[in-house]
């Protein structure tokens, strides 16, 4: 853990969300998933928020966009957004797996990598103590082809994917690790392996490879961690309340937001979502953004 943590400002951009998910910079906003309300919004950085079109539905979505600006949105399946706005099956993931679909990056090929925990959100708690991991990740290729790259994930959370598409790393929330693949040139993962033992949910990665990851921290706190592969903690941000995401955007990719709300437990969803202590935040880093998404 560094020793001499940098003492930053952090700004409150946005506040009053139920819980806001999975952002993204795209397009000069940050886009981000607001499960409280089944929307898809964006905000600029002055604050400006706006409300561009319905979610997934439930919890567990996000979204993200093909290299020719379509967006994709998961849920019970993947969905592509046509430009008179109509929504269509992107790909038929159903023989994957029925739990639906979380998770999403789109690497540089244009391959679309998504996740899913593959089990009843309502059997939470029993999973968790188990120590079963039943996720999955599937790959759509650029061709459209669709097929399952990867298993016994402990409930995968976050994917980014290498500037040079070599490489993914995707949060295994369950087993508080980061894990790693090799990307071949067909899309699929090989040579799994630990690429740092350290906690995350939403994960971005900057230009010096390391990547920044999202969790919650004691007593209902959060933090938001700059992590080198092995586990070297580089730089550290302490929140007061739990993190779920993080990405680095910007016009010069150097600011670090955080997606950030209390945390009530699984069995009270519901109350999480009412009570709108969500938040975006935001804070100034030195290395920016790089990779997927």
Same mark, same amino acid.
């Given at each position: 853990m560094?020793?001499?943590?940098?003492?930053?400002?952090?700004?409150?951009?946005?506040?009053?969300l139920?819980?806001?998910?999975?952002?993204?910079?795209h397009?000069?906003? @940050?886009?981000f %998933?607001?499960?409280?309300?089944? *929307?898809?919004?964006?905000?600029?950085?002055?604050? #400006? /928020?706006e !409300?561009?079109?319905?979610?997934?539905?439930?919890?567990?979505?996000?979204?993200?966009?093909?290299?020719?600006?379509?967006m994709?949105?998961?849920?019970?399946?993947?969905?592509?957004?046509?430009?008179?706005?109509?929504?269509?099956?992107?790909?038929?993931?159903?023989?994957?797996?029925?739990?639906?679909?979380?998770?999403?990056t789109?690497?540089?090929?244009?391959?679309?990598?998504?996740?899913?925990?593959?089990?009843?959100?309502?059997?939470?708690?029993?999973?968790?103590?188990s120590g079963?991991?039943?996720?999955?990740i599937? @790959?759509v290729? %650029?061709?459209?082809?669709?097929r *399952?790259?990867a298993e016994?994930?402990?409930?995968? #959370? /976050?994917? !980014?994917?290498?500037?040079?598409n070599?490489?993914?790393?995707?949060?295994?929330s369950?087993?508080?690790?980061?894990?790693?693949?090799?990307?071949?040139?067909?899309?699929?993962?090989?040579n799994?392996?630990?690429?740092?033992?350290?906690?995350?949910?939403?994960?971005?990665?900057?230009?010096?490879?390391?990547?920044?990851?999202?969790d919650?921290g004691?007593d209902?706190e959060?933090?938001?961690?700059?992590?080198?592969?092995?586990?070297?903690?580089l730089d550290?941000?302490?929140l007061?309340r739990?993190?779920?995401?993080c990405? @680095?955007?910007?016009?010069?990719?150097?600011?670090?937001?955080?997606v950030?709300?209390?945390?009530f437990?699984?069995d009270?969803?519901?109350?999480?979502?009412?009570?709108k202590?969500?938040?975006?935040?935001?804070?100034?880093?030195?290395?920016?953004h790089?990779?997927?998404?």
């Amino acid at each position: 853990m560094p020793q001499d943590a940098p003492t930053r400002q952090i700004e409150v951009l946005l506040d009053g969300l139920g819980m806001g998910e999975s952002p993204r910079w795209h397009d000069g906003r @940050l886009w981000f %998933s607001n499960w409280g309300t089944n *929307e898809i919004a964006a905000v600029d950085l002055e604050g #400006n /928020g706006e !409300v561009i079109g319905p979610g997934g539905g439930g919890s567990g979505w996000a979204a993200n966009w093909l290299p020719d600006g379509l967006m994709l949105i998961t849920g019970p399946e993947l969905t592509r957004v046509e430009p008179d706005g109509s929504r269509v099956r992107h790909a038929d993931l159903s023989d994957i797996s029925p739990y639906g679909w979380s998770e999403i990056t789109v690497d540089g090929r244009g391959n679309i990598y998504v996740n899913s925990i593959n089990f009843d959100f309502a059997d939470f708690e029993d999973i968790m103590a188990s120590g079963t991991a039943p996720g999955k990740i599937a @790959l759509v290729s %650029s061709e459209g082809d669709a097929r *399952e790259v990867a298993e016994d994930l402990a409930f995968p #959370n /976050g994917m !980014v994917v290498t500037p040079d598409n070599t490489t993914l790393i995707v949060a295994e929330s369950f087993a508080r690790r980061l894990t790693a693949f090799d990307i071949a040139a067909d899309g699929s993962l090989t040579n799994r392996r630990v690429w740092a033992d350290v906690t995350g949910d939403g994960i971005c990665i900057d230009a010096e490879g390391a990547v920044w990851c999202s969790d919650v921290g004691p007593d209902d706190e959060g933090v938001c961690l700059r992590v080198r592969e092995g586990g070297e903690v580089l730089d550290r941000v302490e929140l007061d309340r739990p993190c779920y995401a993080c990405m @680095l955007g910007g016009e010069d990719g150097r600011t670090l937001f955080m997606v950030v709300a209390k945390w009530f437990g699984p069995d009270r969803m519901d109350e999480l979502l009412q009570a709108k202590t969500g938040q975006i935040l935001t804070a100034r880093v030195d290395v920016p953004h790089a990779g997927w998404p």
